[in-house]
Nanobody
Framework: VQLQASGGGLVQAGGSLRLSCAAS????????IGWFRQAPGKEREGVSC????????YYTGSVKGRFTISRDNAKNTVYLQMNSLKPKDTAVYYC??????????????????WGQGTQVTVSS
């Protein structure tokens, strides 16, 4: 059972990146998927989540209107499209899967599986 986050990199402010979260060893169909991030010296922060059906999404206030979460269950992958990136978005981004998690808030301890993280660096 593994989650693999990818797609991070270095981008200038105002640029875009698309993160992917791919699962192996299990199907994401029944899982709520969340994206979290942790900047150096800061606590982990919930960014976005999407329900198992894809019918419900949630975004933390600082990314609303800039980030879009989506899922392709046929590919067993969830995406986080990040536009209009800002230096304050710089962090390691993690995806997580939770079987009994409502996508109405982002509580990391409720998630069952975590990916290894992908670095996003936004330069000014």
């Amino acid at each position: 059972v593994q989650l693999q986050a990818s797609g991070g990199g270095l981008v200038q402010a105002g640029g875009s990146l698309r993160l992917s979260c791919a699962a192996s060893g299990f199907t994401l169909d029944y899982y709520t998927i969340g994206w979290f991030r942790q900047a150096p010296g800061k606590e982990r922060e919930g960014v976005s989540c999407i329900s198992s059906s894809g019918g419900s999404t949630y975004y933390t206030g600082s990314v609303k209107g800039r980030f879009t979460i989506s899922r392709d269950n046929a590919k067993n992958t969830v995406y986080l499209q990040m536009n209009s990136l800002k230096p304050k978005d710089t962090a390691v981004y993690y995806c997580a899967a939770g079987l009994v998690v409502s996508c109405t808030e982002l509580v990391g301890k409720l998630y069952d599986y975590w990916g290894q993280g992908t670095q996003v660096t936004v330069s000014s």
